[in-house]
Each structure stands twice: as C-alpha cells, then as structure tokens.
C-alpha cells in the first residue's frame, strides 16, 4: 500500500486524555448514527490537535447512506459567524497520511460548508481537486495516480482527469515525459502531484520529478557522484499531450541554494535528493511564477526559461531585506493576486515547519505585496493572514485561497484542518475531515459549482410496518440521492402497486444529499425537480413486501 508523505505522521502537538475521551465517546456515537454532523466543543480562539494514541481508534466517522454505497468522512464543523460566509463548496481530497487506514473515504469529495455530501468521486489517491475555466465551460479538474512512499516520498506519477458539469469525463491528460525514477519504474503517467493548474489559454501546467545523476560535493558530506531530484515543469496542450514549454530546476539553481539537508539521500539513484521540491506553477504574464518549497524561494521565469527574479523568503533574495513577520519557509501553493507595471502582490501558504524543522512559527497564510522590477530600497509590504489566537503548525502541503468575498480559505495540508476567514482575519468557518497526520488533503478549496449528473438519480426502498390509509398495504421506506447533484430543489413521487401501473403522487422537500421519504408503494420512482422543471427519473424500485 502506498500513502502520501509518510513523513508528516511526525508533529510537535499531542493529545491530552480529556481529548481522547471525546474520541471515544464520538466512536461509540458514531456506531449509532452514522449521520451524525459533529460540532467541536473546544474554545473557538483555541486551536486543539486530533490524534488518536492506538490504531484502533485511528478511522475517523464516516457518513452512510442507503441509496449509495459513499462514504465520505463527518465534518467536525464550527461556525462562527455564517452572515460572512462566502458562498461555495468545499474541495477536498482526503487520503491517509501514514500506514494506518484513517479515513473511510479517499479520493476527490465536494461537501458543503454544513457537511452535507455532494460529490463522491472514485476511491483513489488524489489531489488538486477544483474547478477551471477550458474551452468556455467550467470544468473540475483533479490528480490521481501513484504516491511515492519511503525513503522518495513527496511527490508522485500520475494523469489529470477534467470533467464536465454532467461529470463526464472530458479529458485525461497522460503525459510521458520519459522520466529516471529511483526503483527504474516506468510509470505509464508521469504527472507529479504537485501541480496541475489549467491557464487561461487551454493549457495545462504539471510539475515532473526526474531522477538525475549531479555533483553534490558541494553540500556537506554529499558525494561528487551524486543524485538529485531535477525538478521540472511542463506547459502542455492537454488534448494533443504536446510540450509547449519545458523547464528545469537543475539547470538554473545550483544545490547549494537548498535549505534542506541531504539525510542520507543522494548516494545513488535509489535515493535523489530532493534538493529543490517544486510544488506551485502558474502563468504570470508571458512567464512563470515558480515555487520552490527546499529553497525557500519564489522564482519569475522567463519566457525563455531564464529566472528574472528570485524572491527569497530567507533574505528576500532581490527584493532586499523582508519585512518583519514576512519571511516564510517550506511554503506551498504561491499565487498571484494583483500585478500592474509597478507592483506585485501574491499569496502563499508558509508552512514555517517541516519534518526536519517543526519550530514555533505557526503556519500562516502570507500576502506580500512587491515592487516591480526588484528594488531593495522599496519595501516589501506583508500581511499575516490567521489569526495569533488560533494558530496550526502544518509541515507539508497546505493551500491558501482569496475568496470572491474577499474572505479567505486556507487547506492545512497533513493537518486535516480547512478553515474560512474574514478579509479581517476573522475566522468565521473551520471544518475538520481527520485526524492530524493521519488524514490529509493536500490542497482544499471553497468555490461555487453546479452539477447535473448525466447519470439517473438512486433510489432504494424496503417496506416498513406501517399500513398505508388509502390502499390498506404496507408502506414503504424510500431513499433517494443524486450524486453530484447541486441545485435539485424537490423529488416528483410516482409510486403503483407495479412498475407499470405508477402514478404521481405527491412532492417532496429535497432534504440534503440523501432524501427519506415514506410512499404508498410497493413500486417506487422519482424525478428531479430543477430549476421548477422536472429532470431525470430514477430507475423503478419495488420493495418486497
């Protein structure tokens, strides 16, 4: 079994017995009712970690449901104030975070900010589940596909899935880039984990990690005959597959920029250091805005492939000295919020903690906001964006997101943690999906999507002990559920004493991903109601009496 980034299973919090209790007590709960939404109870300036102290008690709740085989995981959910809530789906892809199988559920999962499920994908290794705009429709977009383990972890090959609104499958994009791996594996996707952003020109950018042999006599204790993890991106048109733009980390930043020790690795090609670990590609302009997570560096690339810039989040690196609280370290997803001739704002997610450097700066969101072309004698301006109170300490992955709203949405990566602030730094949402280092999404997203399954609703039925009134026969027990399904309204009951002999008989409340209804029966069907139209109809169900 492979899992992702084993590493992080390592964290400076741990769990206090009143926590563990809780933990139990939610368990045997959970045995009950599996529709149980859980509300933390902890202090809402206070941030506690979920561990659990043995494997036995390491699978976190799960929903269920009788018209669908999901289980996605209950959101531990704690609003503080719902009036500024942006409106939107949360995006997550849990998977398990070590060994232990902790979460029910893998794979891409859309919910609401209540809990509610909405999406189910495929039970897979996953990540980077959101939407994008291609070939005018919005489309989701996520990576499946193998995940390094030991002593490699970090990364992974694999393909990018596009779906539409009907969640038919557009695209999977392959690519091949003729990769070295560390065990001579050929993997029949090379895709890296990491990043898969689709541009506003209808192509895709996807990170790649090739084992490469390079002099590393240069770091302390590293051999002259070493190897790395060159680290590369790829702008690809995804229908044809076709390179429209390569590059490579080892050709423009020596090792010696790493701020990240070789711990063994490096010898031979059984072990590449991951000297450089690229994680964030985006466009910017006619270039490239390039995150570098074992440098501590966000790089302008060129259209021709050269660095024009190197922000530093040590230094500053071109831009002088950073302002107090605006250095940053091991950072994720670097993003562009503004640009203009003269200035340069971005976000990113500063994990200010790894697995060699678990400090005591919590992991924040960050907003820097930089002059253009790089002068030292101005200053970088810095906004923390979390709150002191509350604070997490994520040492791999993370997201950070500015919302139309103006809020923002942050995704704590191996902490399965996803939170929803105020533009003034108020948290006013926060939802947890696993146990800390156990469950993790690497990236998480709030954004509006509306699904239209081409695929029919479900529908189960099994009689109950009731007598109907009007015919005198036993009633029946009716589920229905659509998966994917974002704006029914109501379900249209047509029910008969056989498939062929259905009437309509009455409307129901849409009631959340899975609606129970009680009919006449023994033959049951419905339609969707959408958009005040009556949609697709569910196959015909007969409970046996």
């Given amino acids: 079994m492979l899992w992702l980034f084993p590493d992080a299973i390592r964290t400076k919090q741990t769990c206090s017995a009143d926590v563990y209790v809780m933990h139990q007590l939610r368990w045997v709960l959970t045995a009950f009712s599996a529709f149980v939404i859980l509300v933390r109870t902890e202090s809402a300036d206070k941030y506690e970690p979920r561990a659990f102290p043995n494997a036995s008690s390491s699978l ?29 789906l949360i995006l997550i892809t849990p998977n398990n975070g070590s060994p232990e199988n902790a979460t029910k559920k893998t794979g891409p999962v859309i919910m609401t900010d209540k809990g509610e499920l909405v999406w189910s994908g495929p039970d897979i290794v996953s990540a980077n589940l959101r939407t994008a705009d291609f070939e005018n429709d919005t489309i989701l977009t996520y990576w499946s596909g193998t995940a390094t383990a030991q002593p490699n972890s970090g990364h992974g090959y694999g393909n990018v899935t ?22 001579n594996i050929r993997y029949p996707c090379e895709a890296d984990i990491h990043e898969s952003h689709v541009t506003n020109r209808d192509t895709i950018i996807v990170s790649a990690y090739n084992a490469t042999p390079t002099d590393l006599s240069v770091l302390d204790g590293g051999p002259k005959d070493g190897w790395v993890f060159d680290c590369l991106f790829y702008e690809l048109d995804p229908r044809t597959r076709e390179v429209l733009f390569r590059w490579s980390a080892l050709e423009h930043v020596p090792v010696e920029a790493t701020k990240y020790p070789l711990r063994g690795t490096g010898a031979n090609q059984s072990i590449p250091f991951d000297y450089f670990h690229i994680n964030s590609i985006v466009l910017l302009g006619d270039g490239y805005l390039v995150n570098s997570r074992h440098t501590f560096s966000v790089y302008l690339i060129s259209p021709t492939g050269e660095i024009e810039w190197t922000l530093s989040g040590e230094d500053g690196g071109d831009f002088g000295t950073l302002p107090k609280n605006g250095q940053f370290a091991w950072q994720h997803h670097v993003r562009p919020r503004a640009s203009t001739n003269t200035s340069l704002t971005i976000t990113l997610f500063n994990n200010f903690n790894s697995e060699v450097s678990n400090g005591s700066s919590p992991s924040t969101g960050l907003e820097l ?9 101005v ?24 919302l139309p709203n103006g809020n923002f949405f942050e995704d704590y990566g191996q902490i399965s943690l996803v939170r929803e602030w105020s533009s003034e730094g108020v948290l006013a949402w926060s939802g947890r999906f696993g146990a800390d280092n ?3 999404s690497y990236r998480g997203f709030k954004t509006e999507w509306h699904g239209r399954p081409a695929s029919p609703p479900s529908l189960f039925v099994e009689s109950t002990d009731s007598t109907s009134n009007t015919t005198g026969n036993r009633t029946v027990d009716a589920y229905v559920s659509w998966n994917g399904a974002t704006d029914v309204t109501a379900w249209v009951v047509y029910e008969g004493s056989s498939g062929q002999e259905l009437h309509r008989s009455n409307q129901v409340v849409y009631q959340g991903f899975e609606t129970n209804f009680i009919a006449n029966g023994p033959c049951v069907q419905v339609a969707s109601i959408v958009d005040d139209e009556e949609g697709l109809r569910s196959p015909i169900t007969c409970a046996a009496l």
Wanted: net charge negative; proline share 13%.
């Fill in 60 to 88: 976190w709740p799960y929903q269920t449901f009788k018209s669908a085989p999901f289980n996605p995981p209950v959101l531990e959910i704690q609003t503080f104030d719902s009036q500024i809530l942006s409106d939107g």
């Fill in 162 to 183: 596009f779906l539409d609104a009907s969640y038919n499958e557009v695209l999977v994009v392959c690519p091949q880039f003729n990769l070295v791996t560390p065990d």
């Fill in 438 to 440: 156990l469950v993790q």
């Fill in 379 to 402: 200053p970088v301006v810095h906004e923390d964006l979390f709150v002191a109170d509350a604070p997490v300490f994520a040492e791999t992955q993370g997201s950070l997101q500015i």
């Fill in 369 to 377: 906001l930089l002059p253009l072309p790089p002068n030292s004698s």
